[in-house]
């Protein structure tokens, strides 16, 4: 089991333009979260998965962001027409619902810069 | 609504010395709690968690926490603080839907 692992660790993009970061959970592990997290602040969700259902969505997730979990395995989140308001660190999380008690594990993150 | 507050922001402690990273939550039921550390650069890793019975729970690093209801209160302590023990900490609670709330965390700086 070599833990969550996220893919780019850090993306440099110019303002406008699309990414898309993936994460691969833990084998096994049926849910899956998505988090941003800003310089001096704690983590906020922004949407998780259970196998390839999307159960729920913040608030904080426009219409230019969009994920996916395609077989219930790895994820994708995409930005579209980024913003300098995006510049952030995304964090990818798993879980085993059945052991959990939301006992979630994270992946190293994905450090976006929008210049 | 759900919310975590963590009311010092950076704390520092001399090596050796105590430590004590005060989290307070907001939260309708039976809380599950959790405290995450996470060095520069990296992502977070889970020091202890709460989810019912004995309300001193033990964590990693030699880490513990106490789940006080009445106070709505889950405090990290730490008997003698190890200069490898810079970082920022995490205090969360864990929804009815799944998703964490975070803190917005404490920097913890050791003195030589």
């Known amino acids: 089991d070599t833990g969550v692992s996220q893919d780019p660790r850090h993306k440099i993009t110019k303002r406008g333009q699309n990414v898309t970061f993936r994460c691969d959970p833990i084998?096994?592990?049926?849910?899956l979260y998505w988090y941003r997290q800003t310089l001096g602040q704690g983590p906020e969700f922004l949407t998780y998965?259970?196998?390839?259902?999307?159960?729920?969505k913040s608030r904080l997730l426009s219409d230019r962001f969009s994920a996916e979990r395609p077989k219930g395995s790895f994820s994708t989140l995409e930005i579209q027409r980024t913003e300098q308001g995006d510049s952030a660190m995304y964090l990818c999380?798993?879980?085993?619902?059945?052991?959990?008690?939301?006992?979630?594990?994270f992946g190293p993150g994905t450090r976006l810069t929008v210049l | 609504a759900q919310s975590v507050t963590q009311p010092d922001i950076h704390i520092t402690v001399s090596e050796g010395a105590s430590l004590e990273l005060r989290c307070n939550y907001s939260?309708?039921?039976?809380?599950?709690l959790f405290w995450y550390v996470q060095s520069p650069g990296q992502g977070l890793q889970l020091l202890l968690k709460?989810?019912?019975?004995?309300?001193l729970v033990q964590g990693i690093k030699g880490f513990e926490a106490e789940f006080k209801r009445s106070q709505s209160s889950f405090n990290l302590r730490k008997p003698s603080v190890h200069w490898s023990d810079a970082a920022e900490y995490f205090c969360?609670?864990?929804?009815?839907?799944?998703?964490?709330?975070f803190g917005q965390g404490t920097t913890l700086q050791v003195k030589p």
């Open positions: 999380a798993s879980s085993d619902r059945l052991a959990g008690h939301n006992e979630q594990f």
């Open positions: 084998s096994e592990h049926n849910r």
């Open positions: 998965f259970q196998n390839e259902a999307q159960l729920e």
């Open positions: 939260y309708g039921a039976t809380p599950y």
């Open positions: 709460y989810f019912s019975g004995d309300t």
């Open positions: 969360a609670v864990g929804s009815n839907t799944g998703k964490l709330i």
